[in-house]
């Protein structure tokens, strides 16, 4: 950690923050709002000595998931689970070197697929089969269920 610091503020984003994600709207763009919301932040507040990074944990592996509305692509990635544990360590040592730090597969994979194709194209692609997802439909069928 740089000795010069004399604060930082750190924020738990998501790998979220990245992609859209169905079923998990407002969950994403709160993640990334918080994420512009840190590297707009940072370059205002350097010259005072304070820090800012934005973490994005894979999902981690925690009871978080456990009262949530099962979501089959979210069980999946929950498989490639960062430990809690973990995470001080990395967080702690990112202090001062970076605004933005990826932990995690989930993560890594998500920026990496940001940064390769292009996110219009690909969601125009696949808008047209959302629908027929099975989690498109057990999403459907939960809000049937409430009315």
Same mark, same amino acid.
């Given at each position: 950690?740089?000795?010069?610091?004399?604060?930082?503020?750190v924020y738990t984003s998501s790998a979220s923050a990245v992609l859209p994600s169905p079923f998990a709207v407002t969950y994403a763009s709160t993640k990334a709002f918080l994420s512009m919301f840190a590297i707009s932040?940072?370059?205002?507040?350097?010259?005072?000595?304070i820090d800012v990074?934005?973490?994005?944990? *894979?999902?981690?592996? *925690?009871?978080?998931?456990?009262?949530a509305t099962k979501i089959g692509?979210?069980?999946?990635?929950?498989?490639?689970?960062?430990?809690?544990?973990?995470?001080?360590?990395?967080?702690?040592? *990112?202090i001062g070197r970076t605004i933005w730090k990826?932990?995690?597969?989930v993560a890594?994979?998500?920026?990496?697929?940001?940064?390769?194709?292009?996110?219009?194209a690909l969601f125009t692609i696949a808008a047209p089969f959302i629908h027929l997802m099975p989690d498109f439909k057990q999403q459907l069928a939960a809000l049937g269920s409430r009315s």
């Open positions: 950690m740089d000795a010069n610091l004399k604060g930082c503020f932040l940072a370059p205002e507040v350097k010259w005072l000595g990074l934005a973490v994005h944990p *894979s999902p981690v592996a *925690s009871r978080f998931y456990d009262g692509i979210m069980e999946a990635f929950r498989k490639l689970a960062v430990g809690p544990d973990a995470l001080p360590d990395i967080i702690f040592a *990112s990826d932990v995690g597969p890594l994979g998500f920026r990496l697929l940001e940064k390769l194709v292009d996110l219009n």
